[in-house]
């Protein structure tokens, strides 16, 4: 059974940082691209952050551009999401996801195929 998990998440001060990491198990992830993605209460999940396989295209949206950081060791069938200056709006559950489709799908965050189950971030002003 394949499975994402996600970890890193916390409570911290707006401008602090956090890293979340996404673990895969139960099969390879061998060509799959990998994102982030988040969903504040009472809003629709967003688009964060993707990476290609082999880790040379990276992709963000506007609202954490300059301060995310994806990043991925297929070693350890891992991604991670380095976030910087924070802000009390970047408060949400994060969840990873893996895709098989082409980067004009999963750059804009779509056709994801397996996904975790979020960690909670929050970030106080």
């Known amino acids: 059974q394949l499975q994402l998990v996600e970890s890193g998440g916390g409570l911290v001060q707006a401008g602090g940082s956090l890293r979340l990491s996404c673990a895969a198990s139960?099969?390879?992830?061998?060509?799959?691209?990998r994102g982030w993605f988040r969903q504040a209460p009472g809003k629709e999940r967003e688009f964060v952050a993707a990476?290609?396989?082999?880790?040379?295209?990276?992709y963000y949206a506007d609202s954490v551009k300059g301060r995310f950081a994806i990043s991925r060791d297929n070693a350890e069938n891992t991604v991670y999401l380095q976030m910087n200056s924070l802000k009390p709006e970047d408060t949400a559950v994060y969840y990873c996801?893996?895709?098989?489709?082409?980067?004009?799908?999963?750059?804009?965050?779509?056709?994801?195929?397996?996904w975790g189950q979020g960690t909670q971030v929050t970030v106080s002003s």
């Open positions: 996801a893996a895709s098989q489709a082409g980067s004009n799908w999963y750059a804009k965050g779509l056709r994801y195929d397996y």
């Open positions: 990476i290609s396989w082999t880790g040379s295209s990276t």
């Open positions: 139960g099969r390879t992830f061998s060509g799959y691209a």
